[in-house]
């Protein structure tokens, strides 16, 4: 269902795009915002591996210098038939990770120091378990393509409001849209744009969820960890945490409530926990 609730939000997302295209840029404002967003987005998929890993201090860890952190994911990649990710370590209190990597060639999974002291080692599999299963289910490519629709409407809302400003309303008569529509369209495309590409990614965190699960063969050790990382994130935020990256930790460093959850990278966690906890009395389905 979670993979089916992606897909009707992305053609949703292409759908609004298309609409908004013909409305206010005609053909060749659609494709030039397209092509423009496309650019940037899949430049930041090659190599925001490195970006985030640099902007974090991340450490390489080994064997040697981080053994229960490198011997669970080398066990759970092994299981799921991944290639080993690399394996790095957050100097971080505030307990959280994250996974990154355009392909599973190319993964890397890392911990913070707080997460690696808080959790026993069932809930550490179940974390990793759940950051392996966005790389096996590919969702950096799936947030890039998010992205990329939704930057080039926002581009292409930009290019008509400069349109509009410098006196293009005229060809946009001629096209038969009226002005009105297109304000509107204008105001309220690039934010449903938005809420459709949070919607996306909180789908894209209970499908982690279920799969994690279903690696591990342990719902119930994520619940706990989900639980533990929720409260203490509280008493120990994350210093070095942006909203830009916000989406790759297993669960947001930042807080939000009432209508924030709409533009929330994640699902509440109390949602998560009791998913979780169904799956475990109904049994977790294995994945490949």
Same mark, same amino acid.
């Given at each position: 269902?979670?993979?089916?609730?992606?897909?009707?939000?992305?053609?949703?997302?292409?759908?609004?795009?298309?609409?908004?295209?013909?409305?206010?840029?005609?053909?060749?404002? &659609?494709?030039?915002?397209?092509?423009?967003?496309?650019?940037?987005?899949?430049?930041?998929?090659?190599?925001?591996?490195?970006?985030?890993?640099?902007?974090?201090?991340?450490?390489?860890?080994?064997?040697?210098?981080?053994?229960?952190?490198?011997?669970?994911? !080398?066990?759970?990649?092994?299981?799921?038939?991944?290639? &080993?990710?690399?394996?790095?370590?957050?100097?971080?209190?505030?307990?959280?990770?994250?996974?990154?990597? !355009?392909?599973?060639?190319?993964?890397?999974?890392?911990?913070?120091?707080?997460?690696?002291?808080?959790?026993?080692?069932?809930?550490?599999?179940?974390?990793?378990?759940?950051?392996?299963?966005?790389?096996?289910?590919?969702?950096?490519?799936?947030?890039?393509?998010?992205?990329?629709?939704?930057?080039?409407?926002?581009?292409?809302?930009?290019?008509?409001?400069w349109g509009m400003m410098l006196g293009g309303g005229r060809s946009r008569d001629d096209r038969g849209g009226h002005p009105l529509i297109a304000l509107l369209g204008i105001i309220i495309a690039p934010m449903a744009a938005l809420l459709i590409q949070m919607a996306i990614s909180r789908s894209r965190e209970f499908l982690a969820d279920e799969s994690g699960a279903g690696f591990s063969g342990?719902?119930?050790?994520?619940?706990?960890?989900?639980?533990?990382?929720?409260?203490?994130?509280?008493?120990?935020?994350?210093?070095?945490?942006?909203?830009?990256?916000?989406?790759?930790?297993?669960?947001?460093?930042?807080?939000?409530?009432?209508?924030?959850?709409?533009?929330?990278?994640?699902?509440?966690?109390?949602?998560?926990?009791? !998913?979780?906890?169904?799956?475990?009395?109904?049994?977790?389905?294995?994945?490949?």
């Amino acid at each position: 269902m979670n993979r089916i609730k992606t897909l009707m939000l992305l053609a949703a997302l292409t759908a609004l795009f298309m609409w908004v295209g013909q409305l206010l840029g005609g053909q060749q404002g &659609m494709v030039f915002a397209l092509v423009f967003a496309a650019l940037m987005n899949f430049g930041a998929y090659w190599f925001s591996d490195k970006i985030v890993l640099r902007m974090y201090n991340a450490q390489p860890a080994d064997e040697s210098s981080a053994p229960e952190l490198y011997s669970v994911v !080398r066990n759970l990649a092994a299981k799921v038939n991944m290639p &080993m990710p690399k394996v790095y370590v957050i100097p971080q209190e505030s307990p959280n990770a994250f996974a990154t990597g !355009r392909n599973p060639e190319n993964a890397a999974v890392a911990a913070t120091v707080g997460l690696l002291s808080m959790l026993n080692r069932d809930e550490l599999e179940g974390v990793l378990a759940h950051e392996l299963a966005h790389v096996k289910n590919r969702d950096t490519l799936i947030s890039t393509l998010a992205a990329t629709i939704a930057g080039a409407l926002s581009h292409l809302t930009n290019m008509a409001m400069w349109g509009m400003m410098l006196g293009g309303g005229r060809s946009r008569d001629d096209r038969g849209g009226h002005p009105l529509i297109a304000l509107l369209g204008i105001i309220i495309a690039p934010m449903a744009a938005l809420l459709i590409q949070m919607a996306i990614s909180r789908s894209r965190e209970f499908l982690a969820d279920e799969s994690g699960a279903g690696f591990s063969g342990n719902p119930l050790a994520l619940a706990s960890a989900l639980k533990k990382i929720e409260a203490w994130k509280k008493q120990i935020p994350m210093t070095t945490a942006t909203p830009a990256t916000a989406h790759m930790f297993i669960i947001n460093p930042f807080s939000g409530h009432g209508m924030a959850h709409l533009f929330s990278t994640h699902p509440a966690t109390a949602e998560r926990v009791r !998913r979780l906890e169904e799956l475990a009395y109904r049994g977790p389905t294995p994945r490949d």
